[in-house]
T-cell receptor, first 112, second 118 residues
């Protein structure tokens, strides 16, 4: 079983919809949680960075972390066709290990 | 300013050949990471440098893989005796430093090198 599980989709929604993306994880040592967006044939681009449990909002994006359930979410409001991409959750511990552990990504298509 | 750059963007080689993949991090970033991304998967960690030294190479799959960063800036990932299973996108990322706040340890990724082993 992978340390980080993410539904691969694909997920298709109409423009303007609210999108919910989720990841679950098994390693309770994870303390830092990120969401990256990856367009086709491009490198991942950081969207949200959160520490420990709680919510963080940035424009149309809201990240939620529930450490007690080992569950993180990304919400996209008023989705746009330009949001069509693969969304990757990533996390790391607070120890000496600096590498990120990624989910497998969810492919999102926002239809105009 | 310039982001992380990687060359070549695509590399096709034959089984058994040697390849080198180059990464130019963001200027001033002291931490550099290599990841490998297979089709339909998220990136998987290979190795991390803090300055010139490899701080963690636990993700390298075997001794055919090696990476260097001799002057603490550009890094080269080297793969000997390539195998078809090495085909993937190799991603490089850099951060201002490792640890600390989100500002300092956010990893910025390059576009990757798509390696195909025939």
């Amino acid at each position: 079983q992978k340390e980080v599980e993410q539904d691969p989709g694909p997920l298709s929604v109409p423009e303007g919809a609210i999108v919910s993306l989720n990841c679950t994880y098994s390693n309770s040592a994870f303390q830092y949680f990120m969401w990256y967006r990856q367009y086709s044939r491009k490198g991942p681009e950081l969207l949200m960075y959160t520490y420990s449990s709680g919510n963080k909002e940035d424009g149309r994006f809201t990240a939620q972390v529930d450490k007690s359930s080992k569950y993180i979410s990304l919400f996209i409001r008023d989705s746009q066709p330009s949001d069509s991409a693969t969304y990757l959750c990533a996390m790391r511990t607070s120890g000496s290990a600096r590498q990120l552990t990624f989910g497998s990504g969810t492919q999102l298509t926002v239809l105009p | 300013g310039a982001g992380v750059s990687q060359t070549p963007s695509n590399k096709v080689t034959e089984k058994g050949k040697y390849v080198e993949l180059r990464c130019d991090p963001i200027s001033g970033h002291t931490a550099l990471y290599w990841y490998r991304q297979s089709l339909g998967q998220g990136p998987e960690f290979l190795i991390y440098f803090q300055g010139t030294g490899a701080a963690d190479d636990s993700g390298l799959p075997n001794d055919r893989f090696f990476a260097v960063r001799p002057e603490g800036s550009v890094s080269t990932l080297k793969i000997q005796r390539t195998e078809r299973g090495d085909s993937a996108v190799y991603l490089c990322a850099s951060s201002l430093r490792s640890g600390g706040s989100s500002h300092t340890d956010t990893q910025y990724f390059g576009p990757g090198t798509r390696l195909t082993v025939l």
